[in-house]
């Protein structure tokens, strides 16, 4: 036996016998003389089975799933829902089959009230007992560990959230002083023994205060709330930079905080709309137990794919990476080497199939994330040919690779860039999502076949050409922000919420095709998913925005230069094609397209004119290929270019 085990044999042994003196001490403080020897007579014969019962009773409301060390007012919840049923059970036999046998009672209404309450007592006391002195235990050793005096900053929810990860040591070395919160309802309060000192306002005061007791403060610790739009965290920021002060935020990981992370607070942090609250218990049923295959798993949206698939429970994971460095750098990453899904890589280019058929044949996935591409536009329109190679070839060896290997579900990540091209990169995309689309309809309505999807997003903030990180190193070298247009519209979301929302899209994929018929119409399954990227973001802004956050006024302490357009580049982005007819699917963040495609015959044909065009070089020929296809495709209409003079001041 081990040592959970022996754990949850010895909470159950607990409450069995907490149940045998709750009925002996209810009578013993009801009943006295021969009314008490006549019930003690009977207990032989009524409670052996009636602690069995209470076993069941017990075992039904998961008293014994919970930790005793995290007992909790849901903890006590199931506690009084389990001796409510055990007392209106005592209820039924004592007045349905007792009183009908003897004429009287065995027990009577007061004894099983009171009965209730000595039950409630000591299946919940010990828990609570328990939780005491590991908290006592708890903090007593981090008062002794804690050497960092920290002020925390967010309303009293959040906060108290993360006073019990401190408390629980999932959190270390942190010492909390005080709390400020934006709220001024919030002064005066004190949580988990630790007060409010006042708003964000008052953060220089608080701050010099400490300074004058000999305790400095040595940190800021930002909850969620503290970054809401209506906490003004810019000020925050400014605030914290001038007194030179560390300000971190709070990650979480998983329920509880119990898997909390603190992480420098970045620029980008402040940049985006509230993300979307993902569907956890979903995500988990769709992974877990699940081999899951990622193809370009060393960059950036496919390392977080990685790192989301192993958090909800892979059982295996095969990360295919052409760059050996990017490969070494996931495989090393200490969430991926922490995990229990059993993790390996290759070296492979998705541009040679025997190599990609041989490699999916050996591992046999259940699930493809296909994520890697050429993605960077202006490579793209010079080097086209390597666009194709990788973005349509590549990707039709990963899709036919997968089925051949009965893999349940392959989703390519796309763009929305692909929707009504100008560039390369958009109508090679564009291409690869009506192969997938094509081969998703030919496997329609068979059994166990693979679902083939294609999922949309625009930018993704920290990902490696992003313009974000290249708008904090210009900060960085004191400017000039440079930006190719001031009317330049795009989408953005964080890397953890596109690779949450790609595994949403997935698994609503993966009920379609479960709950397919045969017979059934094939304009009624989504093929398409898109990402909701929220309000799209004027890049002018954004680099006049992250120049404040960052300290200094735009257009007086550092410039934004205006460089012109580069080609195959448009001012707005688009997520659906206009004859894509679009459909809510029920699932916060993620909308869906029915297809719209060409039939597997046609696409066949303009794969291998492009083939032609690849071995002569012809780009014109590959770019009627494209105009055959996709009849949306113009590369040639660029953005205008702007009127305004190359370097211009903060308008």
Partial sequence: MNRQDFKKTLIIFHDLVMTAVAVMATFFVRFEGSLLQERIS????????????????????????????????????????????????????????????????????????LYWLIQMFLLGGPRLAFRYVKYARSRNTLERDANTPIL??????????????????????????????????DLGQSI????????????DQVIQDFQERGTPIRRLVATPSALAPEAHPDMLIARARRLGLPLVRVTSLGEGMRDAELAPLEIEDLLLRPTVQIDRQRL??????????????????????????????????????????????????????????KVDGVIADVRDRDRIFDVMNEFRPDVVFHAAALKHVPYLEKDWTEGIKTNVFGSVNVADAAVEAGAGAIVIISTDKAIDPVSMLGATKRLAEMY????????????????????????????????????????????????????????FMTMREAA????????????????????????????????KMGQPVRIYELAERMIRLAGFEPGEDIEISVTGTRPGERLHEILFAREEPRAEIGIDGVMAAKPVFADRAKVDRWLETLVETLAAGDRKAAERVFEDAIPEFKRREQAPEPAAPARLASR
Wanted: glycine letters at 10%; aromatic letters at 10%; a neutral charge.
């Fill in 192 to 203: 988990r023994g630790v007060p409010v000192l006042g708003t964000f306002v008052d953060l």
């Fill in 284 to 341: 988990e049923h769709f992974i877990r137990g699940k081999r899951v295959l990622v193809t370009g798993g060393g960059g950036s949206i496919g390392s977080e794919i990685c790192n989301r698939v192993v958090a909800f429970g892979a059982s295996d994971l095969l990360i295919v990476e052409f760059s050996e460095p990017s490969l070494h750098g996931i495989l090393e990453n200490p969430s991926i080497l922490a995990s229990d899904t």
């Fill in 500 to 531: 949450d929302l790609v595994l949403t899209s997935a698994s609503h994929a993966d009920d379609e095709g479960r709950l397919q018929t045969d017979g059934a119409n094939n304009d009624e399954r989504a093929s398409v998913y898109v990402l």
């Fill in 42 to 113: 009977h207990l032989p014969l009524f409670l052996p089975p009636f602690v069995a019962f209470a076993g069941v009773v017990y075992w039904f409301f998961q008293l014994y799933r919970s930790k005793w060390r995290f007992a909790s007012l849901p903890d006590l919840f199931n506690i009084f829902r389990a001796t409510s049923v055990l007392a209106l059970t005592l209820l039924v036999i004592d007045y349905i089959l007792v009183s009908t046998q003897l004429s009287s009672l065995f027990f009577g209404k007061i004894t099983i009230a």
């Fill in 436 to 491: 997938g689309q094509a081969l998703d309809a030919e496997f329609m309505g068979r059994n166990g076949a693979t679902r083939i999807i294609a999922v949309r997003f625009g930018n993704v903030l920290g990902s490696v050409g992003s313009v974000v990180p290249k708008f904090k190193a210009q900060i960085a070298r004191g400017g000039p922000v440079t930006v190719t247009h001031p009317d330049m519209v795009r989408y």
């Fill in 152 to 185: 925390l900053l967010g309303r009293g929810t959040d906060i108290e959230v993360m006073l019990r990860a401190i408390e629980t040591g999932t959190v270390k070395k942190l010492q909390p002083k005080g709390v400020l919160s934006y709220r001024a309802d």
